[in-house]
């Protein structure tokens, strides 16, 4: 006897079953949460369209001062007018505030962690991260000491952040794996260009680099506009600090994470 077809309902072949699930020929939207970039191309080539929350973001350099800080300066100008904190942590330099506000971003709203010690540095990375409480994290990770199982924990530890999350790595980190879901190359380029090279992310491979523009002061660009004749009115002055903290273990001190 011939059995009778099943009644329940066959899914259409374009439903994926999780929203955390992409196919491999397209750029993972599912549940992100971002912030956008700034720059529209390569807006159309992150999945959900920017930076991603609450999860690792790494940027991958030859050295640093390449432009790597100026790169993030839209994000950073959005967030900190929206009165959110955005953290440095460890930055190999300390940013130059003047030049910082000349970009137009809110100097109050930023605060720059000194751990010089690498077992400092991955204890406040991991600290940071589970406190949640900014807008954004930029921190300068030591690559002797930034092993596999560390990021796998701050990926962990990121998923209670509400910002994007940036790590700066050295180049030889891009031959490594990474938990992170977001990776890129930054390349210095010729007349204050950036080379971006996605590395990761959860789509496509995109093998051609994009050659962006970086941002210029907004002091600058008003100065260029305004006409020649007139009185010479100058910007007030900016703030000349950041906010400093310093990280350490508490005592006694703990050994580097594991």
């Not at 954004?136 to 990926?155: C, G, M, N, T, Y």
């Not at 080379?195 to 051609?208: N, T």
Request: aromatic share 6%; with cysteine; glycine share 6%.
């Amino acid at each position: 006897m011939a059995c009778a077809p099943s009644s329940k309902p066959k899914p259409p072949g374009n439903v994926l079953p999780h929203p955390s699930v992409w196919r491999a020929n397209q750029l993972g939207h599912g549940y992100l949460q971002v912030q956008p970039s700034g720059f529209a191309e390569l807006d159309a080539q992150l999945p959900g369209g920017g930076w991603p929350r609450s999860m690792l973001t790494e940027l991958i350099t030859r050295d640093s001062g390449i432009g790597e800080l100026r790169f993030l300066i839209p994000v950073l100008r959005q967030l900190t007018r929206e009165r959110k904190t955005v953290i440095l942590l460890a930055p190999p330099h300390i940013p130059y505030a003047p030049a910082l506000s000349s970009f137009g971003i809110e100097l109050d709203q930023l605060l720059l962690i000194q751990a010089p010690n690498a077992a400092d540095r991955l204890w406040a990375v991991e600290q940071t991260l589970r406190s949640g409480s900014f807008g954004a994290l930029l921190a300068w990770l030591p690559q002797e000491k930034a092993r596999p199982d560390h990021l796998r924990r701050l990926q962990l530890a990121a998923q209670s952040a509400q910002g994007p999350v940036f790590l700066f790595r050295p180049l030889a980190a891009q031959f490594e794996s990474s938990p992170a879901p977001l990776r890129l190359l930054l390349l210095a380029k010729p007349e204050q260009q950036l080379s971006v090279q996605l590395l990761k992310r959860r789509g496509p491979v995109h093998a051609k680099p994009l050659l962006l523009e970086l941002p210029q002061p907004t002091t600058a660009i008003q100065l260029r506009a305004r006409p020649p004749a007139g009185p010479d009115i100058r910007p007030a002055p900016p703030r000349q600090s950041l906010a400093t903290v310093h990280a350490a273990h508490p005592a006694p001190r703990p050994v580097a994470l594991h």
